[in-house]
Every structure is written in C-alpha cells, then in structure tokens.
C-alpha cells in the first residue's frame, strides 16, 4: 500500500483540489482510502469524502517550531487507517517548514507501516516556488523519495501557459526531468459557475459526473467527459496502474 502526499510552496495553488482528484480516482479504481487533512483549520477535502467510506483522519501538521510533535501525532494517525488502504495525506500550505527537516523520518514511518511513499508537488508559477520545490528536492519531502516517486503539478488554472512558470522558463525543470522526476497538469474547471456548483456539493467528483447528481446533463457532460477525464490521467502520471500494481505486489 502506499502514502501519497499532497504538497506545494503555499496554499491557493492547487494542493487540496489535487488530493481530492486523487482519492476520487483510487476509490473509482476500486481500493479502500484513508485522507490524511493536515491543517484542522482548513479541513478542505473532509467534508467533501465524509459520507463516501473513506476514512478521514484530521491532524495539525502546520506547527513551525514543534515537528517532533507534529511527526508523532502523524505517526499514530497512520497507525490508526487500516492496512490495506490507500493513504492520501493533503498537507498544509507551507508544509516545510514543519516537515521536511523530519521528511525521512516520515518515509521511514510509511515503510514500518508497510507504506511506500510518493509525493504531488503543486506548482506555483513564480520565482519563489521554484524555489522552494528546489529546497524540498534538496532538504525536503521531495527529496526523500526517489524520482520516480515525485510528480510536479502545474495547476493551469493559475497559469494556463505551463512554458510561463518560472521553473520552466529558469531550466530548472530541464533538471528535476533529467534526474527522472514527474510532472503533470491538473486542468480548470470551466466555465466559472460550474466550478462554484461542483465545490458546493458534496460527494466523489465520479458520483457528480454520473447521471442522477445534482449537475444538469450539459455540466455533466463538461465536467464529466472533459474536466474529469483529464484530472484522473493528471493524477495517473505518478499513481497510475503500473505503481498500483507494483505496490499491491
């Protein structure tokens, strides 16, 4: 089984609409699924899974000075899912600067529990995130797993030019993909009054697209054939069939 994380620079780029994509795709592929929400403050993707039968955890993960107590509650919330499922962690926004000092620990944690780990890093697109997914590589999250196990995620609803972020245009990204690593694009939602109807409803974003959900038949053509489909391949990129095969072996 595996722990896959949610990650980014700071929060608005991306990282919950990420984790939530990515356990709607495992619990549409048929496994069981534990959430992680790592900042109670913002529980973004709970209430959206809290009648789905997943299994949804809250612990505060954003806790700058204290992560030592921050990795020890994570430590027991892990212990606490069940074995078989699929672990979906939506860190804090600016995540960093409590975790990746312990980032070892936490694999190292994953793989006592019989958990590999793989890690999403949404994109902001200017020079500081660059930056700080740089940092991360070096120090961090990203760093600790290997690069077949990390997946940039340029979320084009910020930035629809994926050649305009500034880790493209800094040759930076010639490196991270020389070295193996991953990336993807998490689409938009169009148009705007879609986006506000889907994420006031509650529910699988699947169960959204399936006939009898609150979306007319022309959202859920959009949403479902368009908007949908390439959000599951975006996640696929890294956590697609072959690295659930591999981790189920």
Same mark, same amino acid.
């Given at each position: 089984?595996?722990?896959?994380?949610?990650?980014?620079?700071?929060?608005?780029?991306?990282?919950?609409?990420?984790?939530?994509?990515?356990?709607?795709?495992?619990?549409?592929?048929?496994?069981?699924?534990?959430?992680?929400? &790592?900042? !109670? *403050?913002?529980?973004?993707? @709970?209430? %959206?899974?809290?009648?789905?039968? $997943?299994? /949804?955890?809250?612990?505060?993960?954003?806790?700058?000075?204290?992560?030592?107590?921050?990795?020890?509650?994570?430590?027991?919330?892990?212990?606490?899912?069940?074995?078989?499922?699929?672990?979906?962690?939506?860190?804090?926004?600016?995540?960093?600067?409590?975790?990746?000092?312990?980032?070892?620990?936490?694999?190292?944690?994953?793989?006592?529990?019989?958990?590999?780990?793989?890690?999403?890093?949404?994109?902001?697109?200017?020079?500081?995130?660059?930056?700080?997914?740089?940092?991360?590589?070096?120090? &961090?999250? !990203? *760093?600790?797993?290997?690069? @077949?196990? %990390?997946?940039?995620?340029?979320? $084009?609803? /910020?930035?629809?030019?994926?050649?305009?972020?500034?880790?493209?245009?800094?040759?930076?990204?010639?490196?991270?993909?020389?070295?193996?690593?991953?990336?993807?694009?998490?689409?938009?939602?169009?148009?705007?009054?879609?986006?506000?109807?889907?994420?006031?409803?509650?529910?699988?974003?699947?169960?959204?697209?399936?006939?009898?959900?609150?979306?007319?038949?022309?959202?859920?053509?959009?949403?479902?054939?368009?908007?949908?489909?390439?959000?599951?391949?975006?996640?696929?990129?890294?956590?697609?069939?072959?690295?659930?095969?591999?981790?189920?072996?």
């Amino acid at each position: 089984m595996s722990i896959i994380y949610s990650s980014g620079s700071k929060g608005g780029n991306g990282k919950s609409m990420t984790a939530a994509v990515l356990a709607d795709y495992l619990i549409a592929a048929g496994h069981p699924v534990g959430i992680v929400e &790592g900042d !109670l *403050g913002q529980p973004d993707i @709970a209430q %959206r899974f809290k009648d789905t039968g $997943v299994h /949804l955890i809250a612990v505060n993960l954003n806790r700058a000075g204290a992560s030592e107590a921050a990795v020890i509650k994570f430590a027991e919330a892990l212990d606490g899912l069940p074995r078989d499922a699929q672990i979906v962690v939506n860190l804090p926004a600016a995540a960093e600067d409590t975790l990746d000092a312990m980032a070892a620990l936490l694999v190292e944690a994953g793989k006592s529990l019989g958990h590999e780990s793989y890690v999403y890093y949404s994109l902001g697109h200017q020079r500081t995130a660059t930056e700080a997914l740089m940092r991360s590589l070096r120090d &961090g999250l !990203l *760093g600790a797993v290997g690069p @077949a196990r %990390r997946c940039v995620m340029y979320p $084009v609803f /910020l930035q629809p030019e994926v050649a305009r972020f500034d880790f493209v245009r800094s040759g930076s990204r010639e490196e991270y993909l020389t070295a193996g690593g991953l990336e993807a694009a998490m689409p938009a939602i169009r148009p705007e009054s879609l986006v506000d109807k889907v994420l006031s409803l509650p529910g699988t974003f699947t169960s959204l697209a399936a006939p009898d959900s609150a979306l007319t038949f022309g959202e859920r053509l959009f949403f479902g054939r368009q908007w949908l489909t390439q959000a599951h391949a975006a996640v696929a990129t890294l956590f697609g069939a072959e690295q659930q095969e591999a981790v189920n072996e």
